[in-house]
């Protein structure tokens, strides 16, 4: 069983900063692609940053130049840096990643989710 716990969600100021944080912990082989997800009230869930175990990194066009996705490997832990934040950046911020499992004796990939962490931009 695979899990991603975020951390790091609050309130901060139109303007300000924040760091997300997400580890993965469990019974996995492998993780690939990590990443970060939001949702909003009213709104479907979109696609924030993914990140490789390389390092290759894909943003959506409203965070470009703002936001900043990292991972650090040896903690299995995936980072979302939020600067110059906007009230349209508010919403539940989710963590996913793209895990390999062995199951009975057979390599299988699962997505998983975490549980979400809220983030309000509000003075």
């Known amino acids: 069983q695979v899990q991603l716990v975020e951390s790091g969600g609050g309130l901060v100021q139109p303007g300000g900063s924040l760091k997300l944080s997400c580890a993965a912990s469990?019974?996995?082989?492998?993780?690939?692609?990590m990443g970060w997800y939001r949702q909003a009230p009213g709104k479907e869930r979109e696609l924030v940053a993914t990140?490789?175990?390389?390092?290759?990194?894909n943003y959506a066009d409203s965070v470009t130049g703002r936001f900043t996705i990292s991972r650090d490997n040896a903690k299995i832990t995936v980072y979302l840096q939020m600067n110059s934040a906007k009230p349209e950046d508010t919403a539940v911020y989710y963590c996913?990643?793209?895990?390999?499992?062995?199951?009975?004796?057979?390599?299988?990939?699962?997505?998983?989710w975490g549980q979400g962490t809220p983030v309000t931009v509000s003075s």
């Open positions: 996913n990643a793209d895990a390999v499992v062995v199951d009975s004796g057979y390599y299988r990939s699962l997505e998983i």
């Open positions: 469990g019974r996995f082989f492998r993780i690939n692609t």
């Open positions: 990140i490789t175990p390389t390092g290759r990194t």
